[in-house]
């Protein structure tokens, strides 16, 4: 005899965890199904957390190495312990999955460990992680929550070993001599940083012309600028059509992605990081007829709502930036429907951030967006170069652009290229989501002396009034 819940939640990842902990404070049961056995999903197990934790070591490394000395703190002979440093990210992970644990404990939530397949619109099974069985019903929804997958590439094998995907990156015994990335997205760039910090030599291997398609086109550059101060190599406008892995490491050919002669190079490592798919195999969706669109992602209308009465889905599995907040979000908002209420999401207020240094982050439109839509804007920039705390810190580099319409002043977008920018973004997060026009942030009281004044210049910068420059 099945289970019986009001609520369904397939995945335990960023999406599904907080779907079923907002529905159980809504007063509503529920079940979250999770093959993983430890709940957090990509984010806190492979992806999100353990890649800051790395990022946030190998600053760390970095500081200690280079630049400590212009604060009069003298270090010599400064070693590399990567054991240790693995086990304080692993350390990260568990303390952020256990806190999970308790919260689905603390909720009343019934965490069940196996693979979930949608047996009928209401009735999920489990083969669960044990090798038993269990049939859960769900009397209001079941969500899919299921994330996503590295993509791959046709033809390049990923071992783990030679060749890795971002969860191997995370992994390696010995800082590889030399890491290829392919792929100039977020996910390369951030374990390329960590990599490159510990010694590695770096090159990123990209098929477009700039790095990070979908940022702003001046963030992009000033973010490769930086990046390549650092000690990458970007090879842009190229294309992977061969690798083969060996016993000393990796041989590749390249092509121009515009059709040219291939040329050879060769790595120690080799990171395939060109973006990810949405994971959605196994769990019965096409048998029951969810409809997907052309890239696998489940189709949902304006509350979640899939083509199959009573089947939901949030996260990386329907369109919309794969990013662990969006999907939270969505799971907040559709708990709050299935009990009744009236939330929105805002996908314009969604900020983004790589976690590079320096960092780069954005809210709402970029420019080239703006351009194509035909919308009318004005800029503000204001450098970290004027700004007194980031001198104080010892990091000026980069910048704060607002972009605000140009008749009415409100805030179309935000793009932060700086220490701390993920930090940052969040005020213009917020000033989005109230629809603030670029003088309500500038005429906002900010302390002094803080990196959050760049803000507000840029915001005065909109209309020509920045203060300190």
Avoid at 112 to 119: D, E, L, P, S, T
């Amino acid at each position: 005899m099945a289970d019986s819940f009001d609520v369904i939640v397939i995945g335990a990842g960023p999406g599904g965890y907080v779907a079923a902990i907002r529905a159980a404070q809504l007063g509503m049961s529920v079940a979250c199904v999770d093959k993983r056995g430890v709940p957090g999903g990509t984010c806190l197990n492979v992806g999100c957390i353990p890649s800051k934790a790395l990022l946030q070591s190998s600053e760390k490394f970095e500081e200690a190495n280079h630049a400590l000395g212009q604060h009069g703190i003298k270090i010599a002979g400064v070693t590399l312990d990567l054991k240790t440093m693995l086990a304080r990210k692993d350390k990260v992970v568990g303390e952020n999955t256990r806190g999970v644990d308790f919260l689905f404990r603390k909720n009343k939530i019934d965490y069940v460990k196996g693979n979930a397949r949608i047996a009928a619109p209401g009735k999920v099974a489990v083969t669960l992680n044990d090798g038993g069985k269990r049939e859960l019903a769900a009397k209001k929804a079941i969500i899919v929550a299921t994330g996503s997958d590295s993509a791959d590439l046709p033809g390049i094998a990923v071992d783990e070993k030679r060749i890795v995907s971002s969860t191997g990156s995370l992994t390696l015994d010995s800082v590889p001599r030399s890491l290829v990335v392919i792929g100039g997205g977020y996910i390369g760039l951030e374990m390329g940083s960590v990599w490159r910090r510990l010694g590695s030599e770096v090159t990123v291997v990209e098929f477009l012309d700039r790095i990070t398609p979908g940022m702003d086109g001046e963030l992009s550059g000033a973010l490769q600028r930086a990046l390549e101060k650092q000690g990458f190599t970007f090879r842009l406008g190229a294309k992977l059509v061969a690798a083969k892995a060996g016993k000393d490491g990796v041989e590749l050919a390249i092509e121009p992605a515009k059709g040219g002669a291939r040329t050879a190079l060769k790595a120690e490592i080799v990171l395939v990081a060109v973006g990810r798919k949405p994971y959605t195999e196994g769990l019965g969706l096409k048998e029951l007829g969810v409809a997907l669109d052309d890239r696998g992602r489940v189709k949902t209308d304006g509350r979640f709502a899939t083509s199959v009465p009573g089947i939901y889905a949030i996260g990386d599995v329907i369109a919309g930036p794969m990013l662990a907040h969006k999907a939270s979000e969505e799971g907040v908002v559709l708990a709050e429907t299935l009990a009744g209420g009236r939330p929105s999401l805002n996908y314009d207020a969604i900020p983004a951030v790589i976690y590079t240094w320096p960092e780069a982050a954005a809210v709402g439109k970029t420019e080239e967006q703006l351009k194509q839509a035909g919308i009318a804007y004005k800029t503000g920039k204001f450098p970290f170069t004027a700004n007194s705390r980031a001198r104080a810190n010892g990091f000026t580099e980069g910048f704060v652009k607002i972009l605000a319409d140009f008749r009415t002043d409100r805030v179309l977008g935000v793009h932060i290229i700086g220490p701390d920018a993920g930090t940052l973004i969040a005020e213009a997060a917020l000033a989005m989501e109230f629809g603030a026009s670029a003088e309500d942030i500038a005429r906002t009281c900010h302390a002094h002396p803080t990196l959050n004044e760049a803000v507000k210049e840029a915001a005065l910068a909109v209309d020509g009034h920045a203060i300190h420059i």
